[in-house]
């Protein structure tokens, strides 16, 4: 089975975990391409300076220095993500503009993917792309579906002092997280900073998302609803969203 995989640039966890898969497919599964956007965390293209003062306006200086540190370091002394995919002669697919236009389909198309296989893809996917391979499209999210659709689970739930979270791996359709589920794992809060939470939650979700192709390739999919009955939807924090979340004692790391 040929896999195409769509993420984006994300500077802090990604090139572990996306190591960490690779190494862990069976032989008989290839991926062979992978698409990487630029970094969104804002859930929209910005400008880096934009994405930078945002950053300090809604979490605080001590959050932005952490960070911003930690973006350096990453920068200086960790392995890209283009590197990681060059270690494993993955090809990368360069792209411009809208994952959905019919330049881009094509150029994914000409790799002939049996399954598309999105981890933090930052894009709304389209029909025709969804369609594209034989096996559709899943997607990794960091939350028990259908709660918490959104961006930043792992901030909403300690944020609304949940006691359990989890990993979703589902089949992405037309709406926002809501296609129906393959496999979900719970996950115990615990005492975890959101640091540590989201290196736990996307472990596991690697696992996870192993789990689902294996689950694909053999054809014994048993699929869990993703009920819009009870969804809850959460967009990116705010200034306020911030405060409460610090008052009710959570750490950020």
């Known amino acids: 089975m040929k896999i195409v995989i769509i993420t984006q640039n994300e500077p802090f966890y990604l090139s572990n975990n996306l190591n960490y898969l690779i190494c862990n497919l069976p032989l008989d599964i290839k991926i062979v391409g992978c698409l990487v956007a630029d970094a969104s965390p804002f859930g929209k293209k910005e400008s880096f300076l934009k994405k930078v003062l945002n950053t300090k306006k809604i979490f605080g200086l001590k959050f932005f220095i952490y960070y911003s540190s930690k973006f350096i370091f990453s920068k200086l002394f960790k392995k890209s993500i283009k590197r990681v995919l060059k270690d494993f002669n993955i090809p990368l697919i360069e792209i411009q503009g809208s994952i959905n236009s019919i330049r881009n389909l094509d150029l994914i198309n000409s790799f002939k993917p049996d399954l598309l296989v999105s981890i933090l893809g930052n894009q709304i996917f389209k029909k025709p792309l969804l369609e594209l391979a ?42 926002i997280d809501s296609g129906p589920i393959i496999v ?8 975890r900073t959101q640091e540590e939470l989201i290196k736990y939650t996307k472990k596991i979700g690697m696992d996870c998302v192993l789990m689902a192709i294996d689950l694909i390739k053999n054809k014994n999919v048993n699929l869990i609803q993703n009920n819009p009955k009870n969804k809850t939807y959460f967009s990116f924090p705010t200034k306020d969203d911030v405060k409460v979340f610090k008052q009710l004692g959570k750490r950020f790391f």
């Open 184 to 191: 979900q794992e719970k996950v115990e809060i615990g005492n």
């Open 134 to 175: 034989p096996n559709g499209c899943i997607n990794l999210h960091t939350a028990l579906l259908p709660k918490y659709r959104g961006l930043m689970p792992t901030f909403w739930v300690l944020k609304n002092d949940e006691k359990y979270t989890g990993v979703s791996v589902f089949y992405v359709d037309e709406g």
